[in-house]
């Protein structure tokens, strides 16, 4: 999720001085980085939330592999400033949820390497704080494209998770829109259950993990399939309200009034930003 934090420590270690320079070096196919982002532990659920998406799709979108190409270019340019060091890294990748690599506010990518160090040293790596930006992934690998060995070992990540567990967006009447919300990974937690205008949803009660998809809005219960309530407003006769139906949600209009109780109070008096908020029957300014 957006917020997590991200520290990688590791080793590296070396023999032999790269004597053919950046000219013997062999370019990684950034398919290749793909084909190990959906492989990973999280990568096939990744993979999964986008109709099972392939390596080969992804690597025919500009927008996916752009991010990749500036790192691989950047890991070019420093290479050539000590040809003889072997061109390899500790790598990470931060995607968002559509797998395009995450850039900050000046547009620089939030990817790096950290190359290895000097011949027949063992190199201690940290790469320490990195934030995630937005919520989406983040892949960490080693890579060598020098015709040297080189040796990685004891690589470590630390994941700390940041204040944000969920991110969810919602249609008006209150359907959840799955291709821009996000959960952060449980670990174990309980499940988050409010949702919708801070009311609980009811769902997964039953044995085979289905529910009803309903919302307990205290005086009523709430249908965000269909926008309506199942139950009659006990306050449907007041604030002439004869034209609509006693199971209607904020008029017909929620975009201009929310209920968060379950009550409908017809007057209509502006609160924050235009909108009327109906609490309990009564109108919160």
């Known amino acids: 999720m957006a917020g997590d934090k991200i520290d990688i420590f590791g080793k590296s270690y070396y023999f032999q001085n790269n004597t053919g320079g950046t000219g013997a070096n062999s370019a990684i196919p950034i398919i290749d980085i793909l084909t190990g982002l959906l492989g990973g532990p999280t990568g096939g659920a990744a993979a999964a939330t986008h109709g099972g998406i392939t390596a080969s799709q992804l690597n025919g979108i500009g927008d996916v592999t752009g991010g990749i190409s500036t790192l691989l270019g ?10 003889t060091v072997p061109k390899a890294y500790i790598n990470y990748i931060f995607f968002d949820e559509q797998f395009q690599v995450v850039k900050d506010a000046l547009g620089n990518i939030q990817a790096a390497g950290d190359k290895v160090g000097t011949n027949s040293v063992v190199k201690s790596h940290a790469i320490t704080g990195k934030t995630a930006l937005k919520s989406g992934y983040v892949y960490i690998y080693v890579s060598n494209e020098s015709p040297v ?78 926008g309506r309530f199942i139950q009659i407003d006990p306050l449907s006769d007041e604030g002439d309200q004869e034209s609509l139906s006693p199971y209607h949600f904020s008029k017909n209009n929620p975009i201009s009034a929310d ?27």
Do not use: C
Request: hydrophobic fraction near 35%; proline fraction near 4%; aromatic fraction near 12%.
């Open 259 to 285: 209920i968060w109780r379950g009550t409908q109070q017809a007057a209509q008096q502006a609160g924050p930003y235009g909108k009327a908020i109906i609490v309990g029957g009564a109108i919160a300014a």
């Open 149 to 226: 060995d080189v040796f990685f070992d004891n690589l470590q990540v630390i994941h700390t998770r940041g204040a944000i567990l969920e991110e969810t967006h919602y249609y008006p009447f209150g359907l959840t829109m799955q291709g821009i919300s996000s959960k952060a990974l449980a670990f174990g937690n309980p499940e988050n259950k409010i949702g919708y205008n801070g009311n609980e949803i009811q769902n997964k009660e039953f044995n085979d993990g289905s529910g009803l998809e309903l919302y307990d809005f205290n005086a009523r219960t709430y249908d965000p399939q269909i």
């Open 74 to 83: 950047n890991q070019t340019t420093d290479a050539a400033g000590t040809p």
